[in-house]
């Protein structure tokens, strides 16, 4: 059996058969199964079960900075640290990636859901992913563009039937320190450099979001919801104060974590898990949770929006039960 418990943010204790930390690139090689799950640190899961079959852990970690002449090229190994990449990389003046501070996870699973925060996505610094495949056993590049980068989502999401195992990241970052300053907390200020933004970013962070070694969670649990001109404008003369933000094409974003704070499941305790008091929308571990006593907490949340706003919240964190990821339906 392989402990899975260092493996999954939540702290859940779970094992699977088999598991395999892959340090290196050959080590691939030697994986003759492809019916695997792959994991980095397991800050966007839920594993509901034991698993039966094998999981491998992302560890290849390198980092190669080149200069070019107007950007850097960096090449990185799907087990570096995103964190620990970006402290790196303004500490080197190198801008970019400094509003992604402090999300928790590895290079290998950033392209996945295309990771964001505070108006950045990593999809647009990302030039190519290369990947094992599982199946075929050949190495595969893919360019930006056939990575289909979309609103945490990627090819690589929407194909998990190819079973592709992210070995090396490469990031295009331009020269110069071009800030995006577009969310509230830091648009109010001006920043002498990458690493004074990074350092605000974190700070922001700190604040809402509890800190997985602390406490055990997955970060955002649920998406937030799109709804069409319609629905909104009846939400809207419901509960005026309803926060939403517009799309290009004419639907709604609305915030998951206020619906969540409006049916009154903010702070809740249900067994050991619970809902973060600073941020609805994040499940946590209060010590010693079961995965079903995470599960049972989303399954009364969920139920509790729908009944107030009629409104069925999708899990952002993929869930995964003994023979692979389910949906929410087959949970
Ligand atoms: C406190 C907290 C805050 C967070 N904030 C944000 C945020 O602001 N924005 C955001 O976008 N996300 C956020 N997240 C979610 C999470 O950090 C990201 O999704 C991160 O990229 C997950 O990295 P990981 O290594 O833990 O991946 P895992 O959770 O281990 O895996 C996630 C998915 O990627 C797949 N995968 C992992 N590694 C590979 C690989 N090498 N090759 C192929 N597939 C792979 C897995 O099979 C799985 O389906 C947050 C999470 C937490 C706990």
Not at 144 to 167: A, D, N, P, V
Request: aromatic letters at 10%.
């Amino acid at each position: 059996m392989f402990d899975l418990t260092p493996y999954n943010t939540f702290g859940l204790q779970v094992s699977s058969t088999a598991g395999y930390v892959i340090s290196s690139k050959s080590d691939l090689r030697h994986i003759t199964d492809a019916d695997v799950l792959i994991l980095g640190q397991g800050s966007d899961i839920l594993l509901t079960e034991d698993i039966e079959g094998m999981v491998l852990i992302d560890n290849i970690k390198f980092c190669e900075i080149s200069d070019e002449d107007d950007c850097y090229v960096v090449k990185v190994g799907g087990g570096n640290i995103l964190d620990e990449l970006i402290a790196k990389l303004v500490d080197l003046g190198i801008s970019g990636l400094e509003n992604l501070s402090a999300i928790p996870g590895t290079m290998g699973a950033a392209p996945v859901q295309n990771i964001g925060a505070y108006g950045v996505e990593i999809g647009k610094y990302i030039e190519d992913v290369e990947c094992f495949n599982l199946i075929s056993r050949e190495v595969e590049h893919f360019s930006h563009e056939q990575c289909q980068f979309g609103y945490r989502t990627s090819y690589f999401k929407e194909h998990k039937e190819h079973k592709l195992f992210i070995m090396e990241v490469t990031l295009k970052l331009p020269k110069g320190f071009h800030p995006v300053l577009s969310y509230q907390g830091i648009r109010e200020q001006e920043f002498a450099s990458p690493k004074a933004l990074r350092s605000k970013v974190v700070e922001l962070r700190k604040q809402k979001l509890p800190d997985p070694k602390e406490i055990g969670n997955a970060g955002s649990f649920f998406k937030n919801p799109t709804v069409d001109a319609q629905t909104y404008q009846k939400l809207k003369a419901r509960f005026p104060d309803l926060p939403a933000y517009p799309n290009a094409e004419g639907s709604y974003k609305l915030a998951a974590g206020w619906l969540i704070d409006r049916a009154g499941c903010r702070g809740i305790t249900h067994g050991k898990a619970g809902t973060w008091e600073q941020q609805a929308l994040v499940l946590v571990n209060r010590g010693g949770a079961k995965p079903h006593e995470i599960v049972a907490l989303a399954r009364y949340v969920r139920a509790e929006v729908q009944h107030m706003f009629d409104l069925a919240l999708e899990p952002e964190v993929r869930i995964f039960g003994s023979h692979g990821e389910i949906s929410w339906e087959q949970l």
